[in-house]
Nanobody, 124 residues
Framework: QVQLVESGGGLVQAGGSLRLSCAAS????????MGWFRQAPGKDREFVGA????????MYADSVKGRFTISRDFAKNIIALQMNSLKPEDTAVYYC?????????????????WGQGTQVTVSS
């Protein structure tokens, strides 16, 4: 089975940095695409970025390009989201997700497995 657990959320000042981690269960296939999404109050779930298991290719939403970086540690089964130059608009619950088809997709429906989410709050 695939189980995902996010951690690392918290409160940070605008301009600061935060690193989120997603711990995937040991048997999560390495070819799965791992993605990050976020959902702010009153808004739809939004794609943040993803990393493809086959070649490590990444894709990011325009709103976070140049500020956020996704990495994957296969030995530790951890997918990290490094967030720099944070803005109040980044405030949301952040979710880790897995796409079993191994493709880079932005739609939440492409991801079959989800973590419980971790809150990120950026103050001005």
């Amino acid at each position: 089975q695939v189980q995902l657990v996010e951690s690392g959320g918290g409160l940070v000042q605008a301009g600061g940095s935060l690193r989120l981690s997603c711990a995937a269960s040991r048997r999560t296939p390495s070819l799965y695409t791992m993605g990050w999404f976020r959902q702010a109050p009153g808004k739809d779930r939004e794609f943040v970025g993803a990393i493809r298991g086959s070649d490590g290719s990444t894709m990011y939403a325009d709103s976070v390009k140049g500020r956020f970086t996704i990495s994957r540690d296969f030995a530790k089964n951890i997918i990290a989201l490094q967030m720099n130059s944070l803005k109040p608009e980044d405030t949301a619950v952040y979710y880790c997700a897995a796409n079993p088809f191994g493709t880079l997709r932005t739609g939440p429906s492409s991801y079959a497995y989800w973590g419980q989410g971790t809150q990120v709050t950026v103050s001005s």
